[in-house]
Each structure stands twice: as C-alpha cells, then as structure tokens.
C-alpha cells in the first residue's frame, strides 16, 4: 500500500519560499500520478499541482502558474513543490496525492487518486 508523507510547511511572510516534500513508499507503476492539493477549513480540496512519473507531464492550477513549481526525485522517491513569491490566499492544509495515469480533465478532481498524505500546514502573513 502506498504511503506518502508530507513535510516543509510552515509559517512565513508574503513574498517568501517554502519547498513542501512528499516521501512516497510502496509505489508501483500503477501509481504514476502525483499531486498536490489544498484545503482551507471549511472549503472543497483544491487542487494545486500534478505530475507524471511516466513522462513527467506537469499540471498547475492558474493562481500559482509562475510561482509554483512541481518536481520529483527518482531516486528517493519523492515529490517536491516549491512554492516562491506567497501570498496570504496560499494559506492552507497542503496535501499530496497519488493515483494512476490521469488525463488532465481527471487530474483536478479528489475522487481519481487512491493515497493521501496527512497534510502539512502552510500560513502566509502579510
């Protein structure tokens, strides 16, 4: 089974970086979609970013076009999102996800991914 673990987040000022990390285990080849998601209380899953372990097909959100950047890491397994120039709106719960090979009408929607990761909060001051 596939587990994933979150790590990175935190407090900072609007206009900083963090760098989130997404350690992945028990992947197989059918677990090819990797993503992040976000979650303020009380509002839906957001979805942020997603990449492809196959071909790295890479997908954003359009409020973090340019200043989000979705990678992985071979080798050890694991996903990153940078996320450089934040604004107080990118507060949330910030979660990973794992699912199969998704198209990009599939990759926003929380039903097509399998494993989730117990989150990591990211607060944006002003």
């Known amino acids: 089974q596939v587990q994933l673990v979150e790590s990175g987040g935190g407090l900072v000022q609007a206009g900083d970086s963090l760098r989130l990390s997404c350690a992945v285990s028990g992947r197989t080849s059918s677990s090819d979609t990797m993503a992040w998601f976000r979650q303020v209380l009380g509002k839906e899953r957001e979805f942020v970013a997603a990449?492809?372990?196959?071909?790295?097909?890479?997908a954003y959100v359009n409020s973090v076009k340019g200043r989000f950047t979705i990678s992985r890491d071979n080798a050890k397994n694991t996903v990153y999102l940078q996320m450089n120039s934040l604004k107080p709106e990118d507060t949330a719960v910030y979660y990973c996800?794992?699912?199969?090979?998704?198209?990009?009408?599939?990759?926003?929607?929380?039903?097509?991914?399998?494993?989730w990761g117990q989150g990591t909060q990211v607060t944006v001051s002003t």
């Open positions: 996800a794992t699912g199969p090979r998704l198209e990009i009408t599939q990759i926003t929607l929380t039903d097509e991914y399998d494993s």
């Open positions: 990449i492809r372990w196959s071909d790295l097909r890479i």
